[in-house]
């Protein structure tokens, strides 16, 4: 595997249901990133890890909990969802330098469309 | 905080036609600029970038410039084809607030179809 891969990539879950979504990068990156990508609306930043230290929580609800065990892999566990959960969310990586203004390059993987029924 | 406005879509194009996305953007500090491309079924994929002012990023036949005094970073091609019909963002990066690790801040894409 190349680059960064993201399981599954569809998911339909009931309301009730708990579910993880799985993301792993094959590029000795030391940061990742979980993205919200709704219709109609920008791609939202939902959690940061360096050093798999969370570093940004932008505000998302409760419902979903990230995990980062090692730089390479990262989950959102998903537990009592909205159907307004819907959508494709995608995971990132980077190579974060603890100094310097070197601009950090984004890889995403190609994303989990997750259906809330 | 920051932000980054895109010109709205979807953009209908003929083959062979000259493209231009507005991109235009609010940072408190000094950022750097991307264009990303998403395929159809795909993830984003980064196009190109500029770091600083008056830098130009180009890649595949797209090109843009960095422009510090009108916080823009429109892109353009010169002659579209089918296979460039994708959805097209605008970001930046900056520091979060942690100063950490940078964060992107996304526009809310453009999509672009180029007929035949």
């Known amino acids: 595997e190349t680059g960064v891969t993201q399981t599954p990539r569809h998911l339909v879950m009931g309301m009730t249901n708990k579910k993880s979504l799985k993301c792993e990068q094959h590029l000795g990156h030391n940061a990742m990133y979980w993205y919200k990508q709704s219709a109609k609306k920008p791609l939202e930043l939902m959690f940061v890890y360096n050093f798999k230290e969370q570093t940004e929580n932008n505000s998302v609800p409760s419902r979903f909990s990230p995990e980062c065990p090692n730089s390479s892999h990262l989950f959102l566990h998903l537990h009592t969802l909205q159907p307004e959960d819907s959508a494709l969310y995608l995971c990132a990586s980077s190579q974060e330098f603890l100094s310097g203004n070197l601009y950090n390059e984004q890889f995403f993987g190609p994303g989990t469309r997750l259906t809330v029924l | 905080g920051d932000s980054v406005t895109q010109m709205e879509g979807p953009v209908t194009l003929s083959e062979e036609a000259f493209l231009t996305i507005n991109c235009t953007y609010t940072?408190?500090?000094?950022?750097?600029l991307f264009w990303y491309v998403q395929y159809p079924g795909e993830g984003l994929q980064l196009l190109l970038k500029?770091?600083?002012?008056?830098d130009k990023g180009s890649n595949k036949g797209f090109e843009a410039t960095y422009r510090k005094e009108t916080t823009s970073f429109h892109l353009e091609k010169g002659s579209v084809q089918v296979s460039d019909s994708a959805v097209y963002f605008c970001a930046l990066s900056d520091r979060g607030s942690s100063g950490s690790a940078r964060q992107l801040t996304f526009g809310s894409g453009t999509q672009l179809t180029v007929l035949p």
């Open positions: 940072a408190t500090g000094y950022p750097s």
């Open positions: 500029a770091t600083k002012a008056d």
